[in-house]
């Protein structure tokens, strides 16, 4: 495995969780990087997504204003920080590398999928 999101566990609400993404034999510093969740039963969806630089950044409606995603060049390292963690935030969250420098929303943009992390929040 080469693309790996870590940083998951348990919580309960309110708390917080951040979570890396990192790929240990090839840097994605020219590409843009989301943020994905499939949740039990239900399709996998967009949650965060960052451009190369790291200056342009797209949320989901749901997380908006709880999590920030956030990119160290120097480390080839993306983060997702979570905040205010709610049980809907439950889900397996999965990092994936697009084609392109720009940040995406669409799953179709992305070619390089890692393995996930699991997240659970507990009320």
């Known amino acids: 495995v080469q693309l790996q999101a870590s940083g998951g566990g348990s919580v309960q609400a309110g708390g917080s969780l951040r979570l890396s993404c990192a790929d240990s034999r090839r840097t994605f510093s020219n590409n843009g990087v989301g943020w994905f969740r499939q949740a039990p039963g239900k399709e996998r969806e967009f949650v965060a997504a960052i451009n190369w630089r790291g200056g342009d950044t797209t949320y989901a409606d749901s997380v908006k204003g709880r999590f920030t995603i956030s990119r160290d060049q120097s480390k080839n390292l993306v983060y997702l920080q979570m905040d205010s963690l709610e049980p809907e935030d439950t889900a397996v969250y999965y990092c994936?590398?697009?084609?392109?420098?720009?940040?995406?929303?669409?799953?179709?943009?992305?070619?390089?999928w890692g393995q996930g992390t699991q997240v659970t929040v507990s009320s």
């Open positions: 994936a590398v697009a084609r392109g420098s720009f940040a995406s929303t669409r799953s179709a943009s992305y070619n390089y």
